[in-house]
Structures are given as structure tokens and as C-alpha cells.
């Protein structure tokens, strides 16, 4: 077993996804034996599009299934079963899922609902003797995150962020090129997460279940990327808000944020996050022997990018199959990421947007402790 492992780091990007390279490549199908180590038992909670999204991506997945549904919408939970095959003892309404705790049919759950109702949600969870897998943001503010991590030690159970990022090949490679000191001393970064969003009335607007704005939703790419980038973590911050239709990005929801963030090493981090402008996703960064630029750098489809040492050309593979089963992997073989997505990562990046409201709200720079 340690022996096939090897070879297969050796020729793929990380790990975690290694195994799953043979489904779109006919060669690993030849040579790769059937997986018959534990399946990660996984209820989704909150069947919207992003939920659908996973639920479609775990298809896929060799280590993880999805075999439950939480939802306050009775129609989507029987289209869900129909669908998905889901046996209706596993599905439940965020009234009574707290009785998920005496169901041995599910492992974890993956909480994707309003940032607003993560902690309450996912410490049930924990509660409940089940791991909990929740979406960025992990909660609304740094105070709520460290609740979330508190409670689920308490519980010994797995906390885990969906930084699906983590484990994208392109992603990967950059990183350990990083690692490998190919880019030599890493100076700057400049990371742009945006676009136009529509239905003024969507939840995502909504102070009390977004906790923010942009920052939240697309501004925490731009964050959690110049940290992985980097490979550093930031201690100062300044950043600058612009509104230009406050009917719509109503008091406590930002439209556009500019953040400049510090490192110790001297390296700085320029980032625009918006949701007021459309074709940003890029990632740039450049050091002493070469240079990065990713994009799109954190969308759904195929990551591009290229190097000074040319295109980045590792497969595509839908982000969130390797997220799930590398989650497995974490989970009952221990086997990290090269980038954290515990609790604890979360909570980092929620410390550092909590500092990026306070240098909007005071326009000086604030200091970051992680």
C-alpha cells in the first residue's frame, strides 16, 4: 500500500486527490484498483444551488456519499430523495435534525446555509455526535467562529471549511513551487474577487444572514489566497470601502472593499472585493526568481494559469469531488491537505475580515494576531 502511494504522489499534484485522477484518465482505470476503504456518510444541509453543486460533484467521489438531506422545504426534500436516492430516515427540517445524533447512517454534515445561521447550526451538529463540514465564511465574525471550534472539540468531533481551493490541482502546484522556492523571496501579491450580483432581495444583501457583503462571499478569496500564496500570515491591515448605491447595499453591507494586508517577511498583498464589478477573479503574485497569475483563479470551471516557467497544464477535476473525498481521507486516515481547512483556518480568516471592517470603519491601519 505504501509502496502504490508513492508512486502515485509521483505523479500527481497532491495526496488527497491523487486517487481520483483515473476517473477522466482511461490509464488510471487500467491500473487502479477498486477503493474499498471507509465512505464518508454525508447529509446535506440546505438544498440550494450550491448544495445541488456538491450533491452532483459527490457522484463522483470515491470516499464520500451523500446519503441525507436537511431542509426546511418539504418539496426539495422529495426531490432531493428521488433524485439522490435518500432513504427517508435520513432526512430531516432544521426543527427536528438534532435526532441525526442516534442515525449510525451518517458520518457528517455539510452545512450550506445562510453565513448568518452556520454557528447555531453546525454546533447542533457537533452536538449531535456527527463531524461538521460548513462553508465559507464559517460564521459572521471572528467571536462566533471560535465558538464553532470550541464547541466541536468539545464534542471530538471534525471541523472542516469548504475551501474547496485547497485541493485544485493548478492551486496546489503553485503552492509547492512556492514551498520549492521557484519564485524566490515572495514580495507581492494582488488578488481580485468580484462580480455583478443581481436580486437585490437574495439573503446574500441581508446583513443579518450575510454578516457583511462582497467580503464575505467573494473578499474571503482574495484573503485566504494571499495567505496559501504567501504562505504567510498577515499582521497588519488597512482597507477603503466604496458604496455607490446604498438603497441596495444597505448599512453594514459592503459593496466594494480595497484591503491592503502586511506580512513579516516585508511581502504586501493588494485586493479589490466587490459586488459591483464583473470578470474578477485573478490572482497575481511575484518574488525574486519568477512570477504567478491565476485566471480565473478561484471559479468553479477549469483554474488557468501560467508561470515564468509557462502554462500550468494539471487536470481538471471538479473541485468539489476532490474536496469531499480528500475530506474522507482527512477524516478517517488523517492525511492533511497542503493547506489547513480546519476550524482553526476559518477562524484565522474571519479574524482577518473582523480587521478589515475595523480599518474601513477607523481608516487606519489595524493590527492582525492570529
Known amino acids: 500500500m505504501a509502496s502504490r502511494r508513492n508512486f502515485l504522489e509521483k505523479l500527481t499534484v ?13 490509464l488510471f482505470a487500467v491500473t487502479e484498483a477498486p477503493y474499498q476503504g471507509p465512505v464518508l456518510k454525508v447529509a446535506i444541509m440546505g438544498l440550494g444551488s450550491y ?9 463522483d467521489c470515491k470516499r464520500a456519499k451523500l446519503v441525507g438531506v436537511i431542509s426546511g422545504t418539504p418539496s426539495k426534500i422529495k426531490d432531493w430523495q428521488a433524485k439522490y436516492d435518500i432513504p427517508k430516515k435520513n432526512c430531516y427540517n432544521y426543527e427536528n435534525f438534532d435526532a441525526i445524533k442516534d442515525n449510525k447512517d451518517i458520518d457528517a454534515v455539510y452545512v450550506i446555509t445562510p453565513n448568518g445561521l452556520h454557528k447555531d447550526q453546525s454546533i447542533r451538529v457537533a452536538k449531535a455526535g456527527k463531524h461538521v463540514i460548513c462553508e465559507k465564511p464559517m460564521a459572521v465574525n471572528a467571536d462566533e467562529a471560535q465558538e464553532m471550534v470550541d464547541a466541536c472539540k468539545a464534542a471530538k468531533v471534525h471541523l472542516l471549511i469548504g475551501y474547496r481551493m485547497h485541493y485544485e490541482p493548478k492551486t496546489v502546484e503553485v503552492i509547492k513551487m512556492r514551498q520549492n522556492g521557484e519564485f524566490g523571496k515572495v514580495k507581492f501579491f494582488q488578488g481580485q474577487s468580484g462580480f455583478t450580483i443581481g436580486d437585490p432581495n437574495q439573503w446574500r ?10 467580503m464575505m462571499d467573494i473578499g474571503i478569496y482574495s484573503i485566504n489566497g494571499a495567505r496559501y500564496m504567501l504562505g504567510e500570515e498577515p499582521i497588519w491591515v488597512t482597507a477603503q470601502e466604496t458604496k455607490t448605491d446604498p438603497i441596495k447595499f444597505k448599512e453594514g453591507v459592503d459593496e466594494t472593499i480595497q484591503f491592503q494586508l502586511g506580512f513579516p517577511s516585508g511581502a504586501v498583498a493588494n485586493c479589490l472585493s466587490t459586488y459591483n464589478m464583473s470578470h474578477l477573479d485573478r490572482f497575481f503574485m511575484t518574488g525574486s526568481e519568477g512570477w504567478v497569475e491565476m485566471k480565473p483563479s478561484t471559479g468553479y470551471g477549469p483554474i488557468k494559469g501560467r508561470t515564468h516557467k509557462g502554462e500550468l497544464d494539471q487536470p481538471h477535476i471538479t473541485h468539489q469531488t476532490l474536496q469531499m473525498d480528500g475530506m474522507s481521507q482527512l477524516i478517517f486516515e488523517g492525511v492533511q491537505p497542503i493547506v489547513p481547512l480546519d476550524g482553526e483556518e476559518g477562524l484565522k480568516d474571519m479574524k482577518i475580515i ?8 477607523t481608516g487606519g491601519k489595524v493590527a492582525i494576531n492570529l
Not at 14 to 26: D, F, K, R, T
Not at 51 to 59: C, L
Not at 356 to 361: D, G, L, M, Q, S
Open 354 to 361: 473582523d480587521a478589515i471592517y475595523r480599518a474601513v470603519e
Open 14 to 26: 497532491s495526496a488527497v486527490g491523487l486517487p481520483l485522477l483515473y476517473h477522466s484518465n482511461p
Open 51 to 59: 448544495g445541488t453543486r456538491v450533491a452532483e460533484a459527490m457522484k
Open 205 to 214: 444583501l441581508n446583513k443579518e444572514l450575510a454578516g457583511g457583503g462582497a
